[in-house]
């Protein structure tokens, strides 16, 4: 996990996925300032109590917290966030945490929802992959990131390339279920 | 398009468990396709993956268990992560697109060996060389990743190949594993400069900013190529926002770096941030007022940067609001005029639904407000208090806390605020930054002393923590017996005698004995109280009522006046504690007893913190026992020396000046070690020549130009071998307790015998010859100790007022303020007393209080008046109390000199 300094390139710390309870959905850490599970289950814990009471329903909410910048946003049992320094643009966190919701809403057709998102675990994990590399951003465009995840879970058959990007999710859904349930 | 229950689900090991607890009750359990899900079974399932003929979607579906494990903060053991590594490996074989990607982030996930990783090296770089772009651009995420050095020079070519690369997801991959290779691998990833130039033309938006990134980080350190970079770039063909954003962090980098080397304040490129400010990109503007406030610019170059947060203030995204108001409540620490004009915005800001940006409103607001402000503003305030959290509630404290010393007129108002708020509940971190609010505002305004002692007082009355209760009666002792009506007080006091912990107890007794030793009038009465404590259940409070009624009635004597008495009972202490510490543990008991007047009171400087990340913040710690136990260790050392034990108490060591350059034949450094009557120069030598060994090592010093000082003895070094160094000693007598200076000029003379190295033996003749050191300065610094003194105000005035010596001096050009107080201080060699030695940032006028005590023992405070008079002109006043006159006169005559 390397480190940059920030005058050179904006950093995200951490990409985080929470349920309405704090439980852990899905979580991506890019720094070191928390080197143990135990330490990022304290992070989270205190995000989450703080953020609680917050209403980060239709735009995005932002607070300084332990020196960190947190911008999220809460989508039915889902709360979405972003951490990054407390000297990053928090208008660029902000962009990072809109290209994630959305590419999650996108990817789980609008059913934006714990249980569905555990169902399709793989892609909410590719999407942030897709999102940051290593803290460095990579791609904050929800419709790309979301036809990046799509396309790779498409089955050999179609060819991707003939698919509308909405047509593409519905395959990629499909076929997930199926491969879940089978 | 939710996917069916639990009756759908055939995999055994996630239905079942859910099955179970259906039964029971179906409304409690939450539904989860990973219920019930064990590390063990999953492994097992694993053994899938080495199947002849894989199925894709079973792989898949186990690759995502293994994910969901770890990002839960399951780990595997090594052999696990191997096994499952291979088996993983295996999967490359699978067509299947989706499968290959879960395999990618597996790989990533296990970050393997590098034993292991030569697996699926092969497999990478056929999937880095696909027609699929979607492959090429994983697989060179992934590789890059997780191979080393030798590596990756083989697939160097590819990568270069890719940055160029039509498709900009395969380009951006290739620049960002750039950025990550760079760290470890800096000299190949900089061979790769002319493609990655081509990247930042990209006509993609985050290959521009990609390229530029790595671009930027290969030419960090070569400010030229950074500034030819940045001037090319800003002249027009960046697109992408983000790419914006870090050429504007670029731009301002340049501009802070040649604005240090050129005098004449131009600002080549400060245009280009401008008309940033006029970008469409929110994120753009912003990067450009942050980076535009944070820039020593005028007003005029600082009005449009503060004209656009303003708007940002009215917007209905929080996170743009925050933004904002973050990055004026910056500029109003330094600048608070300049952010007025946003006063009526950041009003309406106060009852945000965000409370950080409510906060952040407030604080800016008190920083900028006007006199006539204050009064409304509090009352806005205390509506705003009650919904926050107590960690906001203290930031709000201690911007009132800093309002309040800008309004001093105005103290009635916020203290009575800051009381409102003790009277509240709320955590101890809490209560104590208001306790400290109050006690800064009563040792500075005056008019506030004795309703802040009430507002204390009446906290104390019911106040939960040990800690606050105590540091509240100490202060109404020392500050208590000065006011207008002492008895007041003393009603507070006793209660708590009567009814707290023992702690408290005891500090209200010794704060009762301050009464009556320093109020003649209470004296009897004060008696009276401390003898009911005579029969208290806990000794130590039962011990400070004996020592104080024995003391302050003269039944013991102490010395012979009664501020002798007052003096021993409450005079300050001014022995380091860490000092004293170090001291007792090297005591070792004997005949003697322990002295404390041979405790070092020297505070050794504290080299200062580097600044930590985020989150990392660390306190200043104690010295460390290192430096102190030198201190000892010198004088333990020096003492055990015979021609140097008659000396007396060693007053002062200094740090050790080097006398020769780094890396010559002989390195020599000296310590200085001042006596009443006498200083001793301690020259450490090295020998760093393996081939040589010297002998009969002296020093000879030549102190004509030192007149007052008289060499009285020396000791050579019989023998100095390579590397290992050894001391040289030569001791001067002169006046009593005068801080007498000099130059000596230094000759180190010996006799050098060849040595051969690969035996050992030395030749048995010796040359002479000399090596001349640096000339060595006794200053005035070196017979000052830097001792502080915890509250100087009373300090000050506890010093005889006839003592003080004024006048004004002026010091010329200098470069800035902040240095010419630095180097005011180093001249006086005193300690900086609460933090004044810090000059803020744009200050035009500072207050610098230094305290010290002067041979002699002579206590000295010092308070320096910097101003600047015309451009750069720094003219400085120096008021100076002692506890001898003359040693106020002396000080002037350094600085004078100096």
Same mark, same amino acid.
């Given at each position: 996990m390397g480190e940059f300094s920030k005058e050179s390139c904006p950093s995200v710390k951490n990409i985080?996925?929470?349920d309405s309870e704090g439980k852990r959905v899905a979580v991506k850490y890019f720094?070191?300032?928390?080197?143990?599970?135990?330490?990022?289950?304290?992070f989270e814990k205190s995000v989450f109590t703080k953020t609680l009471k917050t209403n980060a329903r239709s735009e995005a909410e932002v607070t300084l917290f332990d020196g960190y910048i947190v911008v999220y946003k809460f989508i039915q049992d889902l709360h979405f966030f972003v951490v990054a320094g407390d000297d990053e643009n928090e208008l660029i966190i902000a962009n990072v945490l809109q290209g994630f919701s959305d590419s999650v809403g996108l990817l789980l057709r609008g059913d934006v929802e714990k249980r569905t998102a555990l169902e399709n675990l793989d892609m909410i994990l590719l999407c942030i992959d897709e999102i940051i590399d290593g803290g460095i951003i990579l791609e904050t465009d929800a419709n790309i990131i979301a036809g990046k995840v799509a396309s790779n879970a498409v089955d050999g058959s179609a060819p991707f390339s003939e698919q509308t990007i909405s047509q593409a999710l519905a395959t990629a859904r499909e076929h997930f279920a199926r491969s879940l349930l089978k | 398009m939710p996917r069916s229950l639990a009756g759908d689900l055939t995999d055994p090991e996630m239905a079942q468990p859910y099955m179970k607890k259906d039964d029971d009750d179906d409304e409690e359990i939450e539904y989860s396709p990973f219920f019930g899900i064990e590390k063990g079974a999953v492994l097992q399932e694993a053994r899938a993956f080495h199947d002849p003929q894989l199925d894709a979607r079973r792989c898949s579906q186990v690759i995502t268990k293994l994910l969901y494990l770890l990002n839960q903060g399951e780990t595997f053991t090594k052999v696990e992560a191997t096994e499952v590594f291979f088996a993983v490996t295996k999967l490359f074989q699978s067509k299947? %697109?989706?499968?290959?990607?879960?395999?990618?982030?597996?790989?990533?996930?296990?970050?393997?060996?590098?034993?292991?990783?030569?697996?699926?090296t092969s497999s990478l770089m056929k999937d880095m060389n696909s027609k699929t772009d979607m492959y090429r651009a994983n697989a060179i995420r992934v590789l890059c990743r997780i191979i080393d050095g030798t590596l990756l020079t083989q697939i160097e070519r590819y990568l270069k190949q890719a940055i160029v690369d039509k498709n900009p997801v395969v380009a951006s991959a290739a620049l960002v594993s750039g950025i990550h290779l760079l760290q470890a691998n800096p000299e190949i990833v900089k061979r790769w400069s002319k493609e990655v130039q081509e990247a930042v033309q990209s006509r993609a938006a985050l290959v521009q900013f990609h390229g530029l990134c790595l671009l930027h980080q290969i030419r960090q350190n070569?400010?030229?190529?950074?500034?030819?970079?940045?001037?090319?770039?800003?002249?027009?063909?960046?697109?992408?926002?983000? %790419?914006q954003c870090l050429l504007i962090r670029y731009t301002s980098q340049v501009i802070r770096e040649s604005s240090m080397n050129t005098q004449n304040g131009d600002r080549p490129f400060f245009d280009y941030l401008e008309s940033c400010l006029r970008h469409k990109s929110e994120m753009v503007i912003l990067e450009a007022a942050r980076k535009i406030a944070e820039m020593d610019v005028t007003s005029r170059e600082l009005a449009p940067?503060?004209?656009?947060?303003?708007?940002?203030?009215?917007?209905?995204?929080p996170v743009l609001r925050f933004a904002a108001v973050r990055t004026l409540n910056k500029v109003a620490m330094t600048r608070p005029l300049a952010v007025t004009n946003c006063n009526v915005d950041l009003e309406s800001l106060v009852s945000d639904q965000n409370r950080s940006i409510a906060t952040l409103a407030i604080t800016t607001l008190l920083k900028t407000g006007n006199e006539s402000s204050v009064d409304r503003l509090m009352k806005q305030i205390t509506n705003f208090m009650s919904d926050i959290a107590d960690e906001f509630k203290i930031v709000v404290v201690e911007a009132i806390r800093a309002l309040c010393l800008k309004f001093p007129l105005k103290y009635r108002s916020m203290m009575n605020f800051l009381s409102n708020s003790l009277r509240e509940e709320g955590s101890f971190e809490y209560k104590k930054a208001i306790v400290d609010s109050i006690v800064t505002l009563i040792s500075e305004i005056p008019d506030a002393k004795e309703t802040g002692l009430l507002y204390l007082c009446e906290f104390i009355e019911d106040c939960e923590f040990t800690y606050l209760s105590s540091q509240i009666l100490h202060l109404l002792g020392n500050e208590g017996p000065r006011t207008s009506d002492p008895s007041r007080y003393i009603r507070y006091i006793y209660n708590r005698v009567i009814l707290e912990n023992a702690n408290v107890r005891a500090s209200a007794v010794s704060t009762l004995a301050k009464f009556g030793a320093l109020v003649d009038t209470l004296k009897p009465r004060i008696f009276v109280l401390l003898r009911r404590c005579l029969f208290d259940t806990d000794d130590e409070v039962r011990d400070r009522a004996t020592l104080y009624l024995q003391t302050l009635d003269g039944e013991v004597a102490l010395g012979n006046t009664e501020k002798d008495v007052n003096e021993f009972l409450f005079g300050s202490f001014d022995v380091p504690l860490a000092n004293l510490e170090a001291s007792l543990r090297t005591y070792e008991p004997s005949e003697e007893p322990f002295d404390i007047s041979f405790v070092s009171r020297e505070v050794k400087p504290q080299p200062l913190q580097e600044k930590k990340g985020p989150g990392k913040k660390q306190l200043a710690g104690a010295p460390s026992p290192a430096t102190v136990s030198a201190v000892d260790a010198y004088q333990k050392m020096l003492s055990s020396i015979p021609e140097f034990s008659g000396f007396g108490r060693l007053f002062k060591s200094s740090e050790s000046v080097e006398l020769t350059e780094a890396e010559t034949e002989y390195s020599v450094n000296v310590v200085k070690h001042i006596y009443k009557g006498h200083i001793v120069l301690q020259y450490n030598c090295t020998n760093t020549?393996?081939?040589?060994?010297?002998?009969?090592?002296?020093?000879?010093?030549?102190?004509?130009?030192?007149?007052?000082?008289?060499?009285?003895c020396s000791k050579h070094l019989r023998s100095l071998p390579y590397d290992s160094p050894g001391q040289i000693f030569v001791a001067f007598e002169k006046p009593e307790n005068v801080p007498a200076t000099g130059k000596f000029s230094n000759v180190l003379k010996f006799i050098v015998k060849e040595v051969d190295t690969s035996t050992g033996e030395v030749d048995e003749d010796g040359v002479e010859d000399e090596y001349h050191i640096e000339d060595l300065e006794i200053v005035s610094a070196d017979y000052m100790l830097r001792v502080a003194v915890s509250n100087f105000r009373n300090a000050w005035e506890n010093m005889d007022p006839e003592s003080e010596r004024v006048d004004e001096y002026g010091l010329g050009v200098r470069e800035s303020l902040a240095e010419a107080v630095s180097a005011v201080i180093s001249i006086l060699g005193m300690q900086p007393c609460e933090g004044t030695e810090v000059v803020p940032k744009n200050a035009r006028s500072h207050t610098c209080l230094l305290s010290g005590v002067f041979i002699g023992d002579v206590k000295v405070l010092v308070r320096l008046s910097f101003g600047l008079s015309g451009p750069k002109e720094v003219a400085m006043k120096l008021a100076v109390r002692s506890d001898d006159p003359e040693v106020s006169d002396k000080?002037?005559?350094?600085?004078?000199?100096?």
């Amino acid at each position: 996990m390397g480190e940059f300094s920030k005058e050179s390139c904006p950093s995200v710390k951490n990409i985080l996925l929470l349920d309405s309870e704090g439980k852990r959905v899905a979580v991506k850490y890019f720094s070191d300032d928390w080197s143990t599970n135990a330490s990022k289950l304290t992070f989270e814990k205190s995000v989450f109590t703080k953020t609680l009471k917050t209403n980060a329903r239709s735009e995005a909410e932002v607070t300084l917290f332990d020196g960190y910048i947190v911008v999220y946003k809460f989508i039915q049992d889902l709360h979405f966030f972003v951490v990054a320094g407390d000297d990053e643009n928090e208008l660029i966190i902000a962009n990072v945490l809109q290209g994630f919701s959305d590419s999650v809403g996108l990817l789980l057709r609008g059913d934006v929802e714990k249980r569905t998102a555990l169902e399709n675990l793989d892609m909410i994990l590719l999407c942030i992959d897709e999102i940051i590399d290593g803290g460095i951003i990579l791609e904050t465009d929800a419709n790309i990131i979301a036809g990046k995840v799509a396309s790779n879970a498409v089955d050999g058959s179609a060819p991707f390339s003939e698919q509308t990007i909405s047509q593409a999710l519905a395959t990629a859904r499909e076929h997930f279920a199926r491969s879940l349930l089978k | 398009m939710p996917r069916s229950l639990a009756g759908d689900l055939t995999d055994p090991e996630m239905a079942q468990p859910y099955m179970k607890k259906d039964d029971d009750d179906d409304e409690e359990i939450e539904y989860s396709p990973f219920f019930g899900i064990e590390k063990g079974a999953v492994l097992q399932e694993a053994r899938a993956f080495h199947d002849p003929q894989l199925d894709a979607r079973r792989c898949s579906q186990v690759i995502t268990k293994l994910l969901y494990l770890l990002n839960q903060g399951e780990t595997f053991t090594k052999v696990e992560a191997t096994e499952v590594f291979f088996a993983v490996t295996k999967l490359f074989q699978s067509k299947d %697109a989706g499968l290959r990607r879960l395999v990618y982030l597996m790989i990533k996930e296990l970050s393997p060996s590098s034993d292991e990783v030569i697996i699926v090296t092969s497999s990478l770089m056929k999937d880095m060389n696909s027609k699929t772009d979607m492959y090429r651009a994983n697989a060179i995420r992934v590789l890059c990743r997780i191979i080393d050095g030798t590596l990756l020079t083989q697939i160097e070519r590819y990568l270069k190949q890719a940055i160029v690369d039509k498709n900009p997801v395969v380009a951006s991959a290739a620049l960002v594993s750039g950025i990550h290779l760079l760290q470890a691998n800096p000299e190949i990833v900089k061979r790769w400069s002319k493609e990655v130039q081509e990247a930042v033309q990209s006509r993609a938006a985050l290959v521009q900013f990609h390229g530029l990134c790595l671009l930027h980080q290969i030419r960090q350190n070569d400010r030229l190529a950074v500034s030819k970079m940045v001037s090319g770039l800003t002249k027009g063909s960046v697109r992408s926002p983000l %790419a914006q954003c870090l050429l504007i962090r670029y731009t301002s980098q340049v501009i802070r770096e040649s604005s240090m080397n050129t005098q004449n304040g131009d600002r080549p490129f400060f245009d280009y941030l401008e008309s940033c400010l006029r970008h469409k990109s929110e994120m753009v503007i912003l990067e450009a007022a942050r980076k535009i406030a944070e820039m020593d610019v005028t007003s005029r170059e600082l009005a449009p940067a503060i004209t656009v947060l303003q708007l940002f203030l009215t917007s209905s995204k929080p996170v743009l609001r925050f933004a904002a108001v973050r990055t004026l409540n910056k500029v109003a620490m330094t600048r608070p005029l300049a952010v007025t004009n946003c006063n009526v915005d950041l009003e309406s800001l106060v009852s945000d639904q965000n409370r950080s940006i409510a906060t952040l409103a407030i604080t800016t607001l008190l920083k900028t407000g006007n006199e006539s402000s204050v009064d409304r503003l509090m009352k806005q305030i205390t509506n705003f208090m009650s919904d926050i959290a107590d960690e906001f509630k203290i930031v709000v404290v201690e911007a009132i806390r800093a309002l309040c010393l800008k309004f001093p007129l105005k103290y009635r108002s916020m203290m009575n605020f800051l009381s409102n708020s003790l009277r509240e509940e709320g955590s101890f971190e809490y209560k104590k930054a208001i306790v400290d609010s109050i006690v800064t505002l009563i040792s500075e305004i005056p008019d506030a002393k004795e309703t802040g002692l009430l507002y204390l007082c009446e906290f104390i009355e019911d106040c939960e923590f040990t800690y606050l209760s105590s540091q509240i009666l100490h202060l109404l002792g020392n500050e208590g017996p000065r006011t207008s009506d002492p008895s007041r007080y003393i009603r507070y006091i006793y209660n708590r005698v009567i009814l707290e912990n023992a702690n408290v107890r005891a500090s209200a007794v010794s704060t009762l004995a301050k009464f009556g030793a320093l109020v003649d009038t209470l004296k009897p009465r004060i008696f009276v109280l401390l003898r009911r404590c005579l029969f208290d259940t806990d000794d130590e409070v039962r011990d400070r009522a004996t020592l104080y009624l024995q003391t302050l009635d003269g039944e013991v004597a102490l010395g012979n006046t009664e501020k002798d008495v007052n003096e021993f009972l409450f005079g300050s202490f001014d022995v380091p504690l860490a000092n004293l510490e170090a001291s007792l543990r090297t005591y070792e008991p004997s005949e003697e007893p322990f002295d404390i007047s041979f405790v070092s009171r020297e505070v050794k400087p504290q080299p200062l913190q580097e600044k930590k990340g985020p989150g990392k913040k660390q306190l200043a710690g104690a010295p460390s026992p290192a430096t102190v136990s030198a201190v000892d260790a010198y004088q333990k050392m020096l003492s055990s020396i015979p021609e140097f034990s008659g000396f007396g108490r060693l007053f002062k060591s200094s740090e050790s000046v080097e006398l020769t350059e780094a890396e010559t034949e002989y390195s020599v450094n000296v310590v200085k070690h001042i006596y009443k009557g006498h200083i001793v120069l301690q020259y450490n030598c090295t020998n760093t020549i393996p081939e040589q060994l010297l002998e009969n090592v002296i020093v000879y010093v030549d102190a004509t130009d030192a007149e007052e000082f008289s060499e009285v003895c020396s000791k050579h070094l019989r023998s100095l071998p390579y590397d290992s160094p050894g001391q040289i000693f030569v001791a001067f007598e002169k006046p009593e307790n005068v801080p007498a200076t000099g130059k000596f000029s230094n000759v180190l003379k010996f006799i050098v015998k060849e040595v051969d190295t690969s035996t050992g033996e030395v030749d048995e003749d010796g040359v002479e010859d000399e090596y001349h050191i640096e000339d060595l300065e006794i200053v005035s610094a070196d017979y000052m100790l830097r001792v502080a003194v915890s509250n100087f105000r009373n300090a000050w005035e506890n010093m005889d007022p006839e003592s003080e010596r004024v006048d004004e001096y002026g010091l010329g050009v200098r470069e800035s303020l902040a240095e010419a107080v630095s180097a005011v201080i180093s001249i006086l060699g005193m300690q900086p007393c609460e933090g004044t030695e810090v000059v803020p940032k744009n200050a035009r006028s500072h207050t610098c209080l230094l305290s010290g005590v002067f041979i002699g023992d002579v206590k000295v405070l010092v308070r320096l008046s910097f101003g600047l008079s015309g451009p750069k002109e720094v003219a400085m006043k120096l008021a100076v109390r002692s506890d001898d006159p003359e040693v106020s006169d002396k000080i002037h005559e350094i600085v004078a000199s100096g």
